[in-house]
């Protein structure tokens, strides 16, 4: 508390919220593609295919509108607590840019800003390479404030609580509330070699499997335990992959959630909630990836299937950035802040280790690593 009795957010002076952008109209998708994929060797045929995923939605992606409700959400958020923290918006792949955003920040005199990324999971594509954004926008912004970036938060109760409501609304909208439902729960499929190198390299070496797949585990578990809890029934449930992409030589993690629905029919199972648990919003690969692609393959396959909700902005998840904040201004003004965290793996650290998620194309600097 500050002498005003509100929570002391020192030494901060703003919130960056760090998203991965969308196009706003049907001139912005190839440059926005082309944004995403320089240097990435996708395949044109991939890029056409995602082209017209947004092209379907008018080539708008709803992903920026999202991320400016988080931001109205959190200025009243702030407010309403006595927060006196300005929320700025930056993008990685479209307006606003990053690097326009820290230029207003410098221009606004903030010295020292929280970060907050709509990616919950370390991987380099998840994690790594917003920091190495991050490098990049400081580097070429003259006066660019100080940044932290707030640590991972797919196992805070502020993100495990709204999706665990949302599995249970879903189920409420199955036949006999979905009493032998799978709960599959969905995230973006990465390269192999991507995921078995995320996380810290001594994490990597006692656990093999990388944290991106071990982080997205423990949080589908928690989930799915609490579901039991709230029933009183155990849905089995499975975790696999979306939004595959890259050259098809290369692996990718595994199953894709259209063929898992089809294994599943095979199995008998008729009913289904698809729970999207490694994406914070319903951006793209929400909307097109699961609500239209797999749920034609469900229907198809004459599975019953409905989709959960995502954090968006419901209040805890607000709640959760805003804790996130005040855990971190805590803890750089040397107290010793709780950190909420639901399930094994505990909180994890504020600053990245040193070497975790390597970028596949060679090292490259990022900001908010143990080695930075
Ligand atoms: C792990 C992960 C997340 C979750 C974490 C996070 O949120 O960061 C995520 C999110 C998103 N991915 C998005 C869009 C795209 N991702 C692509 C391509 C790729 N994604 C990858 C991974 C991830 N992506 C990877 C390894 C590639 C291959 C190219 C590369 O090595 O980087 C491509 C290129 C075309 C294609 O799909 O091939 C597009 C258009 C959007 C915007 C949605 C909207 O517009 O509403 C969002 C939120
Ligand atoms: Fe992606």
Redesign the pocket.
């Known amino acids: 508390m500050n002498p005003a009795g509100h929570p002391d957010a020192t030494p901060y002076d703003a919130l960056l919220l760090l ?5 706003e109209k049907p001139e912005d998708v190839v440059p ?2 082309e944004n ?2 320089r240097g ?1 060797g ?1 395949p044109r045929e ?2 056409e295919e ?1 082209g017209q995923h ?1 092209f379907l939605f008018g080539g708008r ?3 920026n509108d999202q991320n400016r409700a988080l931001v109205a959400a959190l200025e009243k958020d702030f407010a309403d607590q006595g927060i006196d923290l300005p929320v700025y918006f930056g993008n990685r792949n479209w307006e606003p840019y990053l690097a326009d955003t820290l230029s207003a920040m410098a221009a606004d005199g903030v010295g020292r800003a929280a970060v907050f ?3 919950a ?1 370390s ?1 380099w ?2 994690c790594r ?2 920091r190495e954004n991050l490098f990049d926008a400081v580097a070429q912004t003259p006066g660019a404030p100080r940044l932290d970036r707030l640590r991972q938060y797919y196992n805070h109760p502020g993100f495990i609580g709204p999706v665990v409501d949302g599995c249970l609304a879903a189920l409420g909208e199955l036949p006999e509330n979905g009493d032998t439902a799978r709960l599959v729960f969905v ?2 499929s ?2 192999t070699a ?1 995921a078995e190198t995320s996380g810290a390299p001594e994490e990597a070496r006692a656990q093999p499997r990388g944290a991106y797949v071990r982080q997205h585990r423990s949080a589908a578990d928690e989930v799915a335990a609490r579901v039991r809890q709230a029933t009183g029934r155990a849905h089995r449930h499975d975790l696999v992959y979306c ?1 595959r ?2 050259d098809p030589s290369t692996p990718w993690l595994e199953p894709d959630v259209n063929d898992h629905l089809t294994e599943l029919a095979s199995d008998g199972v008729s009913m289904v909630v698809l729970v999207p648990i ?2 914070v919003s319903d ?3 929400v909307i097109y990836d699961l609500d239209t692609e797999a749920m034609a393959t469900a229907e198809r396959l004459g599975i019953t299937a409905v989709r959960a909700a995502t954090a968006g902005v419901d209040p805890r998840f607000v709640a959760m950035v805003r804790d996130l904040v005040l855990e971190r201004a805590a803890a750089e003004r040397g107290e010793q802040p709780t950190r909420p965290a639901v399930g094994s793996l505990g909180a994890g650290p504020d600053l990245c280790g040193a070497g975790c998620c390597p970028n596949p194309r060679g090292p490259r600097p990022a900001l908010c690593g143990a080695d930075s």
């Open positions: 998203s991965f952008g969308g196009p926005f593609l995403v994929t990435r996708i991939r890029l995602v947004y992606s709803p992903i990324t709509t990616s999971y991987s594509s998840s390479q917003y995230t973006h990465i390269p991507m939004s992409s890259g490694g994406f951006h793209m690969e």
